[in-house]
């Protein structure tokens, strides 16, 4: 069974860090590219982040262009998004993605 598990939120103050990670399990991870999804209140789900296999390539969203920092770790089966500079506007769920299938989310807000 295909899951990902994604952990790493929590609150923070504008100008923090985080790092998120997903932790997926089922399939053979390091062949697929993984991607990062974030949904803000009220907002639609909305694409942040892509590294392919091997992450020899990473593509970004202009509006975390230079914040954020997507990484994977094929031996533990895990993707990372180190966030830093955070703004109040980075608040909302943040998903991972591979294939077709998501995780449950985790929430990232950051308030002062």
């Known amino acids: 069974e295909v899951q990902l598990l994604e952990s790493g939120g929590g609150l923070v103050q504008p100008g923090g860090s985080l790092t998120l990670s997903c932790l997926a399990t089922?399939?053979?991870?390091?062949?697929?590219?993984q991607s990062w999804y974030r949904q803000a209140p009220g907002k639609g789900r909305e694409w942040v982040a892509t590294i392919g296999e091997r992450g020899t390539v990473k593509n970004y969203d202009d509006s975390v262009e230079g914040r954020f920092a997507i990484s994977r770790d094929d031996d533990y089966n895990t993707g990372y998004l180190q966030m830093n500079n955070l703004q109040p506007e980075d608040t909302a769920v943040y998903f991972c993605?591979?294939?077709?299938?998501w995780g449950q989310g985790t929430q990232v807000t950051v308030s002062s």
């Open positions: 089922g399939f053979a991870f390091a062949n697929f590219p």
């Open positions: 993605r591979v294939m077709g299938y």
